[in-house]
């Protein structure tokens, strides 16, 4: 475990992370899941200049595009990430890359709600003897 973790933290390009989740995917979970996240973070936000290599690692059904989704949709993602990826990915997409960044976008919303659901608010029964 030792291993997984100093190769996840020292993640920091595309090929890397593409990498270390072939060689410790099967420990992503606990400690690792967070330093997974931390290096996802780190080569998309750090990395952002260079986000055009991403492409050959997020091919359409690869299992690393399919880690790369959950992990961005994930509950445990924290807002200011997720804003700081969306926020990158609407106003800093480099010329030509208009569906890599429409996949980032895409990912931090696959499987959340499309609204948050109105609270009902339920009224009182009358009283029985008509008095409030």
Not at 10 to 35: K, P
Not at 101 to 126: D, H, N, S
Request: net charge neutral; aromatic share 8%.
């Amino acid at each position: 475990m030792a291993s997984a973790e100093k190769a996840i933290d020292n993640v920091t390009s595309w090929a890397a992370l593409d990498r270390a989740v072939r060689d410790f995917g099967h420990c992503d979970r606990g400690r690792a899941a967070e330093l997974f996240t931390e290096a996802l973070l780190r080569v998309v936000i750090d990395g952002w200049p260079k986000i055009g290599e991403a492409e050959p690692f997020l091919g359409t059904d690869s299992p690393f595009r399919a880690w790369t989704t959950r992990r961005l949709s994930s509950s445990t993602l924290s807002k200011e990430d997720s804003e700081s990826v969306r926020g990158l990915a609407k106003s800093s997409c480099p010329a030509g890359r208009a569906q890599l960044c429409e996949y980032f976008r895409e990912a931090l919303e696959f499987g959340k709600p499309l609204v948050m659901p109105t609270p009902i608010e339920i009224a009182k029964p009358p009283s029985p003897t008509g008095k409030k």
